[in-house]
């Protein structure tokens, strides 16, 4: 390695006096490495590679190599020079999933490695003992603690529990003025779900008579519906949202009151400023 140095400082110094941008990446010898996810070269046996970048800017690097895990990293090229990338690359074992579920998302130890959609996908994941985490839309998720054996396949059976139906509901802002003055002029439903399902959303009036009526495949999370209130009076009304799944059903209700009694202006301020500042722009230049 120390007969490489005086070429390698030789070749950062005539790159720097160009006003080039050199990017050394040291990692396993014949390790791939690619730059936005384009493959730009391959370490050498001594475990460097030197490249020459176009210009400045934001790059990913990833270093990848069989039976390791991948490497992945940001740096931010601002101004001519050199620029290093220790790319510790940690062995690997290939682990094969079966589950009652596919897609299933696989997690060590807090750092995500990829997600495995059939029996037939094969993931590296880190050699050696391994606290492992199976996480899928709607089942509860699963940790189990594996050897992994490096440059190997390992199999594990793994059988997620799926998660109860939970839904609630958030209505902001609770009072809103559909009026026209770009402010409040709308109203958001915030629909939290446990796990998938389908989700029905309706606003009654006070007789009970739905007025307004939406249809969706509500996600794992927050869901978000906008009502704009068009065609209403003013008044109270109920939000009531149902979810349901093959086997269960929820439903939430909460009230939504319209209210155009007060007019902000706020869009005519608004237009007046962007006015001004345009008619400013201009006399400056």
């Known amino acids: 390695m120390r007969r490489f140095l005086p070429i390698l400082f030789l070749l950062i110094a005539s790159a720097v006096l160009a006003g080039d941008y050199v990017l050394i990446v040291y990692s396993e010898p014949l390790s791939q490495v690619f730059i936005n996810g384009n493959y730009v070269g391959t370490v050498d046996v001594t475990g460097q590679m030197i490249l020459t970048l176009n210009s400045s800017g934001k790059f990913t690097i990833t270093v990848r190599k069989s039976w390791y895990i991948p490497f992945e990293s940001e740096i931010i090229v601002s101004s001519p020079g050199e620029f290093v990338i220790f790319a510790n690359l940690k062995e690997a074992g290939a682990l094969r999933v079966f589950s009652n579920v596919y897609p299933v998302e696989v997690f060590a130890e807090g750092m995500y ?72 002029d709308k109203t958001t439903f915030y629909i939290y779900l446990s796990k998938p399902a389908d989700l029905s959303v309706e606003v009654l009036n006070d007789r009970g008579e739905t007025i307004w009526f939406r249809q969706l495949k509500g996600s794992e999370g927050t869901n978000k519906v906008i009502w704009d209130g068009k065609g209403t009076s003013d008044g109270r009304y109920r939000v009531r949202v149902t979810a349901s799944t093959d086997d269960e059903m929820q439903s939430v209700e909460k009230e939504v009151i319209v209210d155009r009694s007060e007019y902000t202006y706020f869009k005519e301020l608004f237009i007046g400023s962007v006015l001004a500042l345009a008619v400013l722009l201009i006399l400056v230049h």
Request: hydrophobic letters at 35%; a neutral charge.
């Open 113 to 184: 490695l990829g997600k495995i959609r059939s029996v037939k996908d094969v993931l590296y994941v880190p050699a050696g003992t391994v606290t492992l985490t199976f996480k899928a839309p709607g089942y509860k998720e699963e940790t189990v603690t594996v050897q992994v054996k490096p440059r190997s396949e390992n199999t594990i059976n793994i059988y997620l529990e799926e998660k109860a139906l939970v839904l609630d509901l958030k209505v902001e802002p609770e009072r809103f003025s559909p009026n026209g003055d770009w402010y409040n």
